[in-house]
Structure formats: structure tokens, C-alpha cells
């Protein structure tokens, strides 16, 4: 069972790498602990090594069966497609989701239909709003979605010198929400097969 810790900010100077390895390094703590679900491999996938270009395929993803003919599509397609579940770790910009982010979720559709998802959000309200309208977005890939998730308020969980420091709260609705994820991908790997 793989699980993709999804960092979706692209921008520069961004906080969500930090967040992104912080969580990724976590999650594969669980598993060498042996907490996590037998099985569970997790692995950080960077949306930023991805140069998707804006919705630039000439079939819609929902009706393309994976087949994408623009060759930066079709990497980003073989990247995501392997994994049965997936934390994506957002920031919240405006009050919603990173723009690159929605984009290179919505190049693909078969590639997440019927898979789990859980999230991590970050920004000064903890990410909550872009993971409220996340979970409207990957309701249309039928996607089963953890209810717990955890949030970073980037007020108090980065120093000005921008170092990172994850507050012992975040530690435990972490592992809640990777407990939880684990959980939704063994059932719709299960569902799928």
C-alpha cells in the first residue's frame, strides 16, 4: 500500500518543503516504529519538480483514461497513478487552494478516482479553508476522504529566521489523520480491486 505526501506549493521561498519532509519524515517513522498499517509505504512526491503547463490537454482529463498527450501531463500521470492514497500537504492562499496545485490535480482524473486522501494544511489560519474546499474538489473523483486532518498556523510554527518547528499538538492530529488515512486506502485499494 503506497501513500504519496503530495507537497503542492510551487512558489518560491515557499514554506510547504518544510512542511512536506517534516510530515513525510513523520509518516515514515510510523512505519518503522511499526505503528503504521502492515504494509504502508510512504513516499514525498514535489509538485514544484513538475512543470505542468495550465490545463493544456486537448482531451478533458475526465475522458482522456489516463492517456494524456502533453509529455509533461503524462510524467506527472505516471508519478501519481502508482499510489493507492495520498496526504496532500496545501497552503492556504486567499483564503482557498494553490493555483498550481488545483492545476496539476485537475490535468489528471483516473489517476485519483477511488483512492484515499487525507490533508495537511498550513498558513496563518492553519490551512483550514483551502482544505474545506479541497474536500469539495476530490468528491468528484469519488475519492474516500480522512475527516481528521492537521493544520500548521505558519505564525507560530516558523521562527523568522524561517526555520520550522512542529508544536506537539500538530505530532498527535497527525498521527490521527495518518492512522485514519491508512485505514480509507486499505478499504478502497480493496473497493478497486
Not at 486522501?117 to 483551502?130: K, L, M, S, T
Not at 474536500?135 to 523568522?160: D, E, I, K
Not at 524561517?162 to 480493496?190: H, I, K, N
Amino acid at each position: 500500500m503506497r501513500i504519496a505526501v503530495v507537497i503542492g506549493s510551487t512558489r518560491p521561498g515557499r514554506k510547504g518543503e518544510a512542511v512536506g519532509r517534516w510530515v513525510a519524515e513523520q509518516a515514515t517513522a510510523r512505519v518503522q516504529a511499526g505503528e503504521a498499517a502492515e504494509g504502508v509505504e510512504y513516499e514525498l512526491v514535489d509538485l514544484a519538480g513538475f512543470d505542468l503547463p495550465l490545463l493544456s490537454e486537448p482531451t478533458v482529463p475526465g475522458a482522456a483514461n489516463g492517456q494524456y498527450e502533453n509529455p509533461a501531463t503524462a510524467a506527472w500521470a505516471r508519478t501519481i497513478a502508482p499510489f493507492d492514497g495520498y496526504l496532500f500537504v496545501t497552503a492556504e492562499y486567499n483564503h482557498s487552494i494553490p493555483a498550481a496545485f488545483k492545476n496539476a490535480f485537475d490535468v489528471l482524473f483516473v489517476e485519483w478516482r477511488h483512492k484515499a486522501i487525507g490533508f495537511v494544511g498550513y498558513g496563518a489560519a492553519n490551512g483550514v479553508r483551502a482544505v474545506e474546499h479541497w474536500r469539495a474538489v476530490v468528491a468528484n473523483a469519488s475519492m474516500l476522504q480522512a475527516r481528521n486532518q492537521a493544520g500548521v498556523n505558519v505564525f507560530t510554527a516558523f521562527s523568522p529566521d524561517g526555520t520550522f518547528t512542529a508544536p506537539e499538538e500538530l505530532v498527535t492530529t497527525l498521527r490521527t489523520t495518518l492512522g485514519e488515512l491508512e485505514e480509507l486506502t486499505a478499504l478502497a485499494a480493496s473497493r478497486r480491486a
